[in-house]
């Protein structure tokens, strides 16, 4: 179990010389209800609300070259990797908690969110000495692939009339939202590359790139 962020911040603001309890009040927790409001007691805010998360990801990459049998300064290389990520939330916080009575009044919510990266890339390179000039040359061309799809959809329902539920249900509120995203992106790329090396002293590069979607 996790608690919403604020209980740090109001731990550092609440009086030292105020009583955490008060048996009198509904949470029975004590809360200061002077104006401007003051911070809200840590104490109530980790106890009644809860916010759990659950993460789960996995990371991929295979990678592979072959020399040609026939040119043995020329090689293919191959490489594919992906990256999985898929979230869960549920956040719930109590109507009767010093700050919703003030604000919202209660809410629960939920997200269930992914996002899944893939790369695809393959190139050649030729790296050899030349013979008609001093010095070593190094080409590389090559095609890039890379993908990303993100699903964000989440669900809040505040002005709870019940918090009996807490967030093991849906209860009735007077706002309810429910909001779908999804991002797509998507990048193919022409790459090359032309290095000459002369005595590892002097190095003249050039590179070229052209990117779409």
Do not use: C
């Not at 080409?139 to 669900?155: A, E, I, K, Q, R």
Request: avoid cysteine; proline fraction near 6%; aromatic fraction near 12%.
């Amino acid at each position: 179990r996790f608690t919403p962020g604020g209980v740090l911040g109001n731990a550092a603001q609440m009086g030292p010389t105020q009583p955490v309890y008060a048996p009198t009040t509904v949470t029975g927790y004590y809360d200061w209800t002077a104006n401007p409001p003051s911070a809200d007691n840590p104490v109530a805010i980790m106890n009644l609300a809860k916010d759990r998360g659950v993460t789960w990801r996995s990371i991929g990459n295979v990678q592979a070259e072959y020399r040609m049998p026939f040119l043995e300064a020329l090689r293919a290389t191959v490489n594919v990797g992906y990256d999985v990520a898929k979230t869960e939330r549920r956040t719930f916080t109590p109507s009767t908690l010093h700050s919703q009575l003030r604000e919202t009044h209660g809410s629960l919510y939920l997200a269930n969110q992914t996002q899944v990266n893939s790369v695809f890339e393959t190139y050649l390179n030729y790296q050899s000495t030349l013979n008609f000039i001093p010095g070593n040359l190094d080409l590389t061309g090559g095609y890039s692939y890379n993908t990303s799809h993100g699903d964000y959809p989440w669900f809040r329902v505040s002005g709870l009339a019940t918090n009996l539920l807490e967030d093991n249900g849906i209860p009735t509120g007077t706002t309810v939202q429910n909001v779908s995203n999804v991002v797509d992106s998507r990048l193919i790329s022409f790459f090359g590359r032309a290095n000459y090396n002369l005595n590892d002293r002097y190095l003249v590069a050039l590179s070229l790139r052209r990117d779409g979607s």
